[in-house]
C-alpha cells in the first residue's frame, strides 16, 4: 500500500479520512435518526421498531415475520415479539398463507394505519430537518447512490 492512502483505504491515519468513509457516515446518520426519531416517538406511545414495522406493512400490505425484520432492519425474534405486541393492541393482523399454510402474513388494520398516520409529523418534520439545505439534484444522486449499493450487498431480494 502506498505512503499516501486513498481517503476511503482501511485502517484509517487521520479523523478526515474515518470522516469520508461511507459506511462510517451510514452507520452514525443511521444512529442518530434513529435516536432521535425514537425519542420522538416515545411521547405519542410508539417504540421506532414498532413504527418502521408498521411503516413496512404500510409500504407493501402484507409482508412474512422474516420479510418484516429484513425490510424493517430488526432481529426477527424482535419483530415475532412486536407483531404479537401489535396484533394484541389491534393495529395489526396475522393470517395463514394462503398458499403454505407454514406462512403468517402480517397486515396492518384501520386503527395500525390511523397510529401510523400520528407519527407523519415527527418522521416527516424529521426527514425534512435532515435534508434542509441539501439541494434536491444532490439528494436524488445520493439516494441513487445509496441504493446501488444495497443492491451489492444486498442478502435477501427485498
Not at 404479537?84 to 407454514?102: F, N, P, T, Y
Amino acid at each position: 500500500m502506498s505512503e499516501h492512502q486513498k481517503t476511503e483505504d482501511f485502517p484509517f491515519n487521520s479523523p478526515e479520512q474515518l470522516a469520508r468513509y461511507l459506511p462510517y457516515l451510514i452507520t452514525r446518520l443511521s444512529n442518530r435518526w434513529r435516536t432521535g426519531q425514537d425519542a420522538e416517538l416515545k411521547t405519542l406511545g410508539i417504540q421506532g421498531a414498532s413504527m418502521r414495522i408498521m411503516s413496512c406493512l404500510a409500504a407493501y400490505n402484507q409482508l412474512t415475520v422474516n420479510e418484516v425484520s429484513v425490510l424493517s432492519v430488526t432481529e426477527q425474534s424482535t419483530v415475532s415479539r412486536l407483531v404479537e405486541q401489535l396484533v394484541s393492541q389491534g393495529l395489526a393482523r396475522r393470517k395463514i398463507d394462503e398458499i403454505d399454510q407454514r406462512v403468517r402474513r402480517v397486515s396492518l388494520t384501520a386503527k395500525g394505519r390511523k397510529k401510523l398516520a400520528e407519527t407523519a409529523p415527527i418522521v416527516n418534520a424529521g426527514y425534512q430537518n435532515m435534508i434542509e439545505g441539501i439541494d434536491p439534484d444532490d439528494l436524488a444522486v445520493c439516494i441513487d447512490a445509496l441504493q446501488a449499493m444495497l443492491k451489492k450487498v444486498r442478502v435477501h431480494d427485498l
